[in-house]
C-alpha cells in the first residue's frame, strides 16, 4: 500500500523519498482513528499537514486526496457492478 502511494506521488510529480512516503502514508492511515463524523476531511488535513511539513503546497496534497477517493470509488463501484452481476444470475 506504501507502493501505491509512492505511484500516486510519482504521478503527480511530488518528489518524496521513501521515508517520507511512509510518513505521508501513515498519516493518512492514522487519520481515520480521528473522531469525526465519518471521518469527514481528516484524510485531507492529515495529507495538508504531512506534504506541508515536506514542502509541498496544499493543491498537490488535496489533488493526492482525489485521486486516492477516486481509486477507491472505482474499485468499490466495480465491486458493485460485479456483485449485481452474479446476484442476477
Same mark, same amino acid.
Given at each position: 500500500?506504501?507502493?501505491?502511494?509512492?505511484?500516486?506521488?510519482?504521478?503527480?510529480?511530488? /518528489?518524496?523519498?521513501?521515508?517520507?512516503?511512509?510518513?505521508?502514508?501513515?498519516?493518512?492511515?492514522?487519520?481515520?482513528?480521528?473522531?469525526?463524523?465519518?471521518?469527514?476531511?481528516?484524510?485531507?488535513?492529515?495529507? @495538508?499537514?504531512?506534504?506541508?511539513?515536506?514542502?509541498?503546497?496544499?493543491?498537490?496534497?488535496?489533488?493526492? @486526496?482525489?485521486?486516492?477517493? /477516486?481509486?477507491d470509488?472505482?474499485?468499490?463501484?466495480?465491486?458493485?457492478i460485479?456483485?449485481?452481476?452474479?446476484?442476477?444470475?
Open positions: 500500500m506504501v507502493g501505491e502511494y509512492a505511484v500516486i506521488t510519482a504521478s503527480m510529480q511530488v /518528489g518524496l523519498h521513501f521515508w517520507q512516503t511512509a510518513a505521508a502514508w501513515t498519516a493518512g492511515w492514522l487519520s481515520f482513528l480521528v473522531p469525526l463524523p465519518g471521518g469527514l476531511g481528516a484524510l485531507e488535513a492529515s495529507q @495538508v499537514f504531512a506534504l506541508g511539513v515536506f514542502g509541498y503546497a496544499a493543491p498537490i496534497a488535496i489533488s493526492i @486526496v482525489l485521486l486516492m477517493r /477516486g481509486r470509488l472505482l474499485i468499490g463501484g466495480l465491486g458493485l460485479l456483485a449485481g452481476h452474479r446476484i442476477g444470475r
